[in-house]
């Protein structure tokens, strides 16, 4: 058994069912904010109720967040004791800073609003949900510093040497904002709220159709949308700005997201298409030169291939090429998706569109699959390196640890991963078979 290969997939299991809550809880946050902000606007009732729901189904998944998101801590220290040495400096800061400065923030106020309704004034309240969101955004922000250094190092030095040498910082905001951290950011943030507004999109349509809390649903429905159309042409100016810091921070994970394996040639882009590794090229449709436009602005400028660099040094470029394309192709579904609602909604016919209803049943699926996508795409686009052309993957995971512990730690957490997802699963279905009527108006 390979003690990295299991290493890499018990941490992408984790870390891939954690990723499954903070999105929503970005989100959610957000609508939450601006439902209660129209709530003490108005003094309507509906807009209290719709707070309060939502706000119960925010609670239920940063309870999961939190519980899931411990683990990851852990791992660093047990399967990947190399890599914590080489980065501890450097990860302690934004990790910290995420820990002091935003989940407590977040934890607290989330507190108010679960619990201080009646205990605190409509302003405070009010201000309670925007701190909610505001910390769940600062506390991605400062997980994405982290992980973007990994990806672009920057504001640091190289002390010691062989096994003890380790990354320090002797710049804490050239580290913080590294050259990704804000295309990133900017990224992960829309597409978290894309996971929020569908899921309210989806539980709308839900009602709408059973003719269940019909005012609620309605009311809801235009909510997510609007956030829905908003994440989702803002996601088509975050995805193209941060392809522009992978083609020119990381163009070897840039060569493998479109397969181009010319040292120095106009990059195609692949519309659909398949990588046949063997003979290095996509079987497919391609737009000639139209990578190379959307990069540069000129079709025919040359960019760097794959075979510009050692085979050792290029990323599984099947994976990254699948992956980021299918996320780029659920981007833009989701695109249609908000658009067609909010064209019916002008038009005043939303809620007779059964169709429509029908496919935004399941459309709180497509954001999370977009999210794990394009993490995935990210991640082993990076490989070989754990942090780009400094540490290697194999370099950072622990030497002592047996490959036949990593492999029961990974059952093991597969099975208790299942139990809590169809806990999640169940206690969310309760809330929303249940409705809003046990909110207070």
Known sequence: MDTVLLARLQFALTISFHYLFPPLTIGLG????????????????????????????????????????????????????????????????????????????????????LFGRDKVGPVLYFLSTVLVAFGAHLSAFWIIVANSWQQTPAGFRIVGEGAAARAEIVDFWAMVF???????????????????????????????????????????????????LLASLSQLETGHMSTLGVAKNQPAKFAAIEAHYEKSAPAPLHLIGWVDAKNERVRGLAVPGLASFLLSGDPHRPVTGLRAF?????????AVF???????????????????????????????????????????????????????????????????????????????????????SLLLFTLVYAGLFLVYAYLLAAKVLHGPEEARS
């Open 322 to 408: 699948l992956t980021h394309h299918m996320m780029v192709s659920i981007g833009m579904a989701l695109i249609g998706l908000s658009l067609l609602g909010v064209f019916f909604w002008r038009r005043g016919t939303l809620y007779e569109q059964t169709w429509l209803l029908l496919l935004y049943l399941p459309s709180f699926l497509l954001p999370q699959a977009a999210n794990q996508l394009g993490w995935q795409a990210a991640e082993v686009g990076r490989q070989p390196w754990l942090v780009y052309n400094l540490l290697r993957t194999s370099e950072g995971v622990s030497k002592v640890v047996p490959a036949g512990h990593i492999l029961f």
């Open 178 to 228: 590294n050259p990704s951290t804000v295309d990133r950011f900017t990224h992960t943030i829309v597409g978290a709220w894309q996971s929020g507004a569908f899921l309210v999109v989806s539980v709308s349509a839900f009602y709408l159709l059973m003719r269940r809390h019909e005012a609620f649903a309605k009311a809801s429905l235009k909510f997510g949308l609007a956030l829905a």
């Open 310 to 318: 050692p085979p050792q040094d290029r990323p599984p470029v099947a």
């Open 30 to 113: 957000v609508l939450l904010a601006a439902m209660e902000g129209l709530h003490l606007k108005t003094g309507d009732a509906l807009y209290r109720r719709m707070s309060e729901f939502w706000a119960r189904v925010l609670g239920l998944t940063f309870a999961m967040g939190v519980a899931t998101g411990i683990v990851m801590e852990f791992e660093f220290g047990t399967n990947w004791a190399a890599y914590s040495r080489f980065v501890g400096d450097v990860f302690g800061s934004p990790l910290a800073a995420e820990a002091v400065l935003a989940f407590f923030l977040e934890s607290v106020f989330l507190a108010v609003v």
